[in-house]
């Protein structure tokens, strides 16, 4: 029987829409001791995942990797950066599964993330094809695709950062545990979530989740990816479709509504692009270790730079921010 919140929220979905647990819940919240004077809490997904990785990219690869076998396929084939992330966690959880991980690699700026990632994505058993520039990428990710078919089966293309409707409730998942944890007392209902948003399926999964846990919390998205479209209107049409997904499996709940102003998303933080470090993300990342907790300058840090400057009544209102660290580390 599944453990998915989601499945206890709406049973008719236990059959149709396949789960694995790949983590171990809830995740932690705590207050953050960062010097602002307003209360700054984190939800540590970074902890999350019980394989070779952690973090946000864990909770998607919940549903996608079942997804997969429901299709019928063997291998998964995605694209990313060459400090992924997402390509990693794919690589050693699908390998888990009985599942293959082809991935297409776009340069990013070359630091000791990025030269540590690929180390650890040449023994994670996935097949990388450095394909170096975005258009490419494009050029290239048909030929990529055939090539790795397994007789008849096709792989589960996935597009970056594992941001499609049934990725993105990996944090309608999320979403669903916070109310759990609000609900037994572990915080207060937060007035906004500041996450970073690198390809949108966690803030979609996000502002899903909390309208279908009757929470009022509002998301802040920190992008951190100029490569992609990540405003209001294209994580609400995420959030829409994955809403639209949950009712083709046969959930039975209300219209939510989401609308595009119901979401804050800031470009502020970004800086040069992706993958470019900034002065507010290494402080950010100096003040979040004195607190025992670890950030990267791609994602992470960016968007705590973002909550603890932003952190103000003007722009929050009367109710707590929660900080959510995706970064995992193993």
Not at 176 to 183: D, F, P, S, Y
Not at 301 to 308: E, G, I, N, P
């Amino acid at each position: 029987m599944s453990d998915a919140l989601l499945h206890k929220r709406f049973p008719e979905l236990t059959d149709s829409l396949p789960y694995v647990r790949l983590g171990t819940s809830p995740t932690p919240i705590r207050r953050l001791d960062v010097g602002t004077g307003a209360p700054l809490w984190c939800k540590d997904d970074g902890r999350y995942g019980d394989g070779g990785w952690g973090g946000n990219k864990v909770r998607k690869l919940e549903w996608l990797l079942p997804e997969t076998h429901r299709r019928g396929a063997r291998t998964i084939f995605t694209v990313g950066g060459t400090g992924t992330n997402w390509g990693l966690a794919t690589a050693l959880y699908g390998r888990e599964q009985g599942i293959e991980t082809v991935l297409a690699l776009v340069d990013q700026p070359m630091d000791d993330h990025v030269r540590v990632q690929l180390r650890r994505l040449e023994n994670s058993g996935a097949t990388v094809h450095f394909t170096h520039t975005k258009r490419r990428t494009l050029l290239t990710a048909p030929w990529l695709y055939l090539r790795h078919m397994r007789g008849r089966k096709r792989p589960y293309y996935l597009p970056v950062g594992g941001s499609s409707p049934i990725g993105a409730l990996g944090y309608v998942e999320g979403a669903l545990e916070l109310a759990e944890q609000i609900a037994a007392g572990a915080m207060p209902e937060p007035s906004h979530i500041v996450t970073a948003v690198g390809s949108g399926g966690t803030a979609a999964g996000l502002a899903l989740g909390l309208r279908l846990a009757g929470l009022s919390t509002r998301v802040v998205g920190v992008v951190v990816n100029d490569a992609l479209p990540l405003d209001a209107p294209h994580i609400v049409r995420l959030a829409g479709r994955a809403e639209r997904l949950l009712r083709s499996r046969g959930a039975r709940f209300e219209p939510t509504g989401l609308r595009p102003d119901d979401l804050t998303i800031t470009t502020d933080w970004l800086g040069p692009g992706y993958g470019h470090p900034t002065p507010a993300a290494h402080e950010a990342q100096t003040l979040a270790a004195q607190d025992g907790l670890q950030l990267e300058t791609v994602y992470t840090a960016k968007a705590l730079a973002a909550a603890l400057h932003l952190d103000t009544a003007d722009f929050f209102g009367a109710g707590p921010v929660l900080f959510l660290n995706t970064y995992g580390p193993r």
